[in-house]
């Protein structure tokens, strides 16, 4: 049987610090998308060239929200984009977008009070909020999500009561190296967990080894994990039966340099090179894992994964990370 392995890319226009200095900046819309340098897209348009050219199925979690500052118009155009290429669409929600409904979102009082964490709040606000991006993203996609992805992975379990409510049954919105989740039944590594009447697939984490980490906890992203690691989790989670491995990206880690505004920017040569050496290695091992996309896994959820130890790198790597990383 083969490992399916979903790469999960958050789409999401920036706020770009028009909530901490207001005066001098402003939310950034498709240059945080495309990260055009020169006339080429080095952001979403690399990585759906990447993707086309390599055979391999993603997924692509758009944030609905920011509809509230820009309108309809440009995030539908992405969204077509990425449609258009094949790839799967499903829902991503960055709540602090909602802050510029609000003519004085610019005045200290209101951007004193905003925040963008979707844990922490009542149920109720939570459908009301869920319901906004999925009307916005459905909108877009001529289809209802199937899947949710809350914005900086943070998440409790009246997250999934209310998502489940509004008939989205599968999330991905744990990730332990990104966020690590108040209650004991959302800090999951890996696999496939019923959680509130809803099929968790969490972001891979694994814990960092030694004086390198102190054993803290690290999220599989192209960003943060080499290719070295990513192999080896590859390899480990097969040999474990963790199914499915899910992968985090952003199109705004294939560009380097910018200011708060993407002003400036360049090719992130280290980070796309990860990317092309992932999609070339599941490209040349079919006969072990296959790319799926989330929509497919939310049409024939995975059965609960049992529970395993989590996965390490091996002091190498993480020695050969950090380096790399600096």
Request: charge should be neutral.
């Amino acid at each position: 049987m083969k490992t399916r392995v979903c790469i999960t890319v958050d789409v999401e226009f920036s706020v770009a610090g028009a909530l901490t200095d207001p005066e001098r900046n402003r939310p950034v819309g498709e240059p945080a998308v495309w990260g055009v340098v020169d006339g080429r897209s080095h952001g979403l348009g690399f990585m759906l060239d990447a993707f086309a050219r390599h055979g391999i199925r993603a997924t692509f979690f758009v944030e609905a929200l920011q509809r509230s500052y820009f309108g309809d118009g440009p995030m539908r155009e992405v969204t077509s984009r990425i449609l258009e290429a094949g790839q799967d669409v499903e829902l991503h929600a960055h709540p602090v977008w909602r802050t510029f409904r609000q003519a004085d979102w610019s005045d200290a009082t209101v951007r004193a009070a905003a925040h963008d964490r979707m844990d922490g709040r009542r149920e109720q606000e939570l459908v009301e909020i869920l319901d906004e991006a999925r009307s916005n993203l459905s909108s877009w996609t001529g289809r209802e999500p199937r899947v949710l992805r809350t914005g900086n992975l943070r998440c409790d379990t009246a997250v999934y009561r209310a998502a489940g409510g509004l008939g989205i049954r599968t999330c991905s919105n744990v990730g332990l190296g990104v966020f690590l989740p108040r209650e004991p039944e959302l800090r999951v590594h890996s696999g496939a967990h019923d959680v509130e009447g809803v099929v968790e697939l969490p972001v891979l984490s694994y814990l960092g080894f030694g004086a390198i980490a102190r054993g803290r906890w690290k999220s599989l992203t192209i960003t943060g994990s080499t290719h070295r690691e990513t192999v080896h989790l590859l390899d480990r989670a097969r040999e474990r039966g963790i199914d499915p491995v899910v992968i985090l990206t952003h199109p705004f880690e294939f560009v380097r340099g910018h200011d708060v505004q993407f002003r400036g920017m360049r090719p992130h040569a280290v980070n796309q090179r990860r990317l092309l050496r992932l999609c070339d290695h599941l490209d040349r091992h079919r006969e072990r894992f296959e790319t799926i996309g989330m929509t497919g896994l939310a049409a024939s959820p995975p059965a609960p994964s049992a529970a395993t130890e989590p996965l390490t790198v091996p002091l190498s790597m993480a020695l050969e990370r950090v380096i790399a990383n600096r």
